[in-house]
């Protein structure tokens, strides 16, 4: 059974950053694409980035310039780089692949 462990997550002020971990057993990691998505207090869940089998990356507008999604497939490993982070960047961010998702990681930005 496939499982997603997210890590990375914590309290950073803004214009700080973090680096969000996805690692994933149970499936043939290098055929998937992942995404990362996050909600944010009172919102509803967004998707943030997703990367492809092959690499290619595609970013909501918001995080644009901001954020990276890339991928290790020798470590089945999916990684989010956020650098100049906003408080609303604030929000529970979850690891996503075609049949799972994480358990989510608290990422904290403060003014």
């Known amino acids: 059974q496939e499982q997603l462990v997210e890590s990375g997550g914590g309290l950073v002020q803004a214009g700080g950053s973090l680096r969000l971990s996805c690692v994933v057993s149970?499936?043939?990691?290098?055929?998937?694409?992942m995404a990362w998505h996050r909600q944010g207090p009172g919102k509803q869940r967004e998707l943030v980035a997703i990367?492809?089998?092959?690499?290619?990356?595609t970013y909501v507008d918001s995080v644009k310039g901001r954020f990276t999604i890339s991928r290790d497939n020798a470590k089945n490993t999916v990684y989010l780089q956020m650098n100049s982070l906003k408080p609303e960047d604030t929000g529970v961010y979850y690891c996503w692949s075609p049949r799972s998702w994480g358990q989510g990681t608290q990422v904290t930005v403060s003014s």
């Open positions: 149970g499936s043939i990691f290098s055929s998937n694409a």
């Open positions: 990367i492809s089998s092959g690499g290619i990356a």
